[in-house]
């Protein structure tokens, strides 16, 4: 059975700092899936953040957080990760962890196959 399971969301004035993460189970093996992190404000459609290659060495952006956010990954903890620096009140949303059946990026939501339950991200101006 597979489990995405994120944490580290919260409450965070503009221009602070907060680092998601991400613990997958049963996505075997976890070093042959990209992953990515997708976000939904109140009121609009889930939209893409970011994505992973299954090596790490690659990743891609959606150009609202690039400069600002880094996804990474440690396949020894099954673990990826979202860094998000200089937020802004329109960063506000619940932020998701998937992973699709795919090794290498993909952006499209309907590619993502596992999903986390999501964790509040809210920034205060």
């Known amino acids: 059975q597979v489990q995405l399971v994120e944490s580290g969301g919260g409450r965070v004035q503009a221009g602070g700092s907060l680092r998601l993460s991400c613990v997958a189970s049963?996505?075997?093996?976890?070093?042959?899936?990209?992953m990515g992190w997708f976000r939904q404000a109140p009121g609009k459609e889930r939209e893409f953040v970011a994505a992973?290659?299954?090596?790490?060495?690659?990743?891609y952006y959606a150009n609202s957080v690039k400069g600002r956010f880094t996804i990474s990954r440690d396949n020894a903890k099954t673990t990826v990760y979202l860094q998000m620096n200089s937020l802004k009140p329109e960063d506000t949303a619940v932020y998701y962890c998937?992973?699709?059946?795919?090794?290498?990026?993909?952006?499209?939501?309907?590619?993502?196959?596992?999903w986390g339950q999501g964790t509040q991200c809210t920034v205060s101006s």
């Open positions: 049963g996505v075997t093996p976890f070093s042959t899936h990209a």
């Open positions: 992973i290659d299954y090596s790490g060495d690659y990743t």
């Open positions: 998937a992973a699709p059946s795919s090794t290498f990026i993909v952006t499209m939501e309907t590619l993502y196959h596992y």
